[in-house]
């Protein structure tokens, strides 16, 4: 049963605007959170994390919110790059390990 | 610095062949994993090692087996390979901390079994 859920699967966006990426989970002893982003043929590669005491941790043009009490989090990017067109991954780790979702592609338009 | 190195990074078997795939990193890191990642399935994790000589299951170890002989380097072997394992296999590695456990990839290894 997969533990952490991305229902939406793909995201198209325009150039300078936010993207709003989200990830539900269900299990309650996470301690850590994190986003990754993989580009076609290559490996996914660390963006950002959240620890399970905070509500929100920024880095740049990323910000991660978190809801514990819904089991949500969710990844802002603004302004959206061309760069960012990517396979964007939620992750939560226990136990020495991380879960992932199933992924959302975002593909941000000119 | 290499980082985290997947061999090889292609690799076509018949139905019922074994193959293993060598990870190798070169940060000291304690912990190791091996995912495979499938369309609309994200990744899964196969086995892990939290250290030299110790391996785990993870949620999909049926068909595969691990070694991790020396700290560096992780094995992932298919005894005989189906096509239910055609796949993109990753490599990952990371820290002992007390922090978030972030993981460092290898670019992976595209696996077909005919």
């Known amino acids: 049963d997969q533990q952490v859920k991305q229902n939406s699967p793909s995201l198209s966006v325009q150039e300078g605007r936010i993207s709003i990426l989200n990830c539900d989970y269900t299990?309650?002893?996470?301690?850590?959170f994190l986003w990754y982003k993989k580009y076609p043929a290559e490996g996914p590669t660390f963006l950002i994390s959240i620890s399970s005491i905070k509500d929100k941790n920024e880095d740049g043009r990323f910000t991660v919110f978190l809801n514990k009490s819904a089991k949500h989090l969710s990844l802002h990017i603004v302004p959206s790059q061309p760069g960012d067109s990517a396979v964007y991954f939620c992750?939560?780790?226990?136990?020495?390990?991380?879960?992932f979702g199933a992924g959302t592609t975002v593909t941000v338009r000119a | 610095n290499a980082g985290v190195t997947q061999t090889p990074k292609f690799r076509v078997l018949k139905t019922g062949q074994s193959m293993t795939l060598l990870c190798a990193q070169d940060m000291n890191h304690e912990y190791m994993y091996w995912y495979r990642q499938d369309p609309g399935m994200g990744l899964r994790l196969i086995h892990y090692s939290v250290g030299e000589g110790t391996t785990a299951k993870g949620e999909v170890p049926d068909g595969y087996n691990v070694s991790r002989l020396k700290k560096q380097n992780f094995l992932l072997g298919l005894e005989s390979a189906a096509p239910s394992q055609t796949s993109v296999y990753f490599c990952a590695s990371s820290p002992r901390t007390g922090g978030p456990g972030e993981l460092f990839f290898g670019e992976g290894s595209r696996l077909t079994v005919l």
């Open positions: 299990n309650s002893m996470f301690d850590y």
């Open positions: 992750a939560a780790r226990g136990d020495y390990k991380l879960s």
